[in-house]
């Protein structure tokens, strides 16, 4: 479980270690909300890929261990068992798009996509923003913390609903 408390300690140390981190997923968009809307498994962030070796040093000085076999986007997990979903990117590496999007590893941000600012238990955060967190939410199966996720967007600032989550608009 990755609780409000536990995810302020890793941006805290990450921060200084120096290293720029952006929340990402599920503790986004409850940063976007301003409150905690569900449990998290996980803290998933967004750090350039310039940090990767600042970010996994300071990781592994709070007890965080690899546990994905994915070196762009690696998991990492500590003795208490909470984890973090570490998305590497490079804004040096841009595809195409109509604004372009900073690649590397798995997930390609659209440039602009970091201008979020929320909060965590009251304390400010970067994050993606809710336009971007939304449009992340597709391509891919689904399950119900993305339903939850998108539809709390779409209530809260009115975000169109992808089509693939219009279905579940009524619950």
């Known amino acids: 479980m990755m ?9 805290a140390f990450l ?12 503790w986004a968009v409850d940063a976007l909300l301003g409150e905690e809307t569900r449990p998290h498994a996980d803290l998933d962030i967004a750090v350039p890929l310039a ?8 990781a592994a000085a709070h007890g965080f261990a690899e546990v994905s076999a994915e070196p762009h986007n690696p998991v990492l997990r500590d003795e208490l068992g909470r984890l973090l979903d570490v998305h590497f990117f490079d ?20 440039v602009g996509s970091f201008a979020g600012e929320g909060t965590i238990a009251g304390v400010p955060v970067p994050c993606v923003g809710a336009e971007y967190l939304v449009r992340y939410h597709t391509g891919y199966a689904f399950d119900a913390d993305d339903v939850h996720d998108v539809l709390a967007l779409h209530r809260r600032f009115g975000i169109p609903l992808p089509p693939e989550y219009a279905p579940y608009a009524g619950s």
């Open 3 to 11: 609780t409000a408390a536990c995810a302020l300690a890793i941006l």
């Open 51 to 58: 940090f990767e070796a600042r970010l996994r040093a300071a």
């Open 91 to 110: 804004p040096a590496i841009v595809q195409d798009g109509p604004q372009g999007r900073p690649a590397y590893g798995a997930i390609a941000y659209d």
């Open 15 to 26: 921060r200084e270690a120096g290293v720029p981190a952006w929340v990402d997923g599920g």
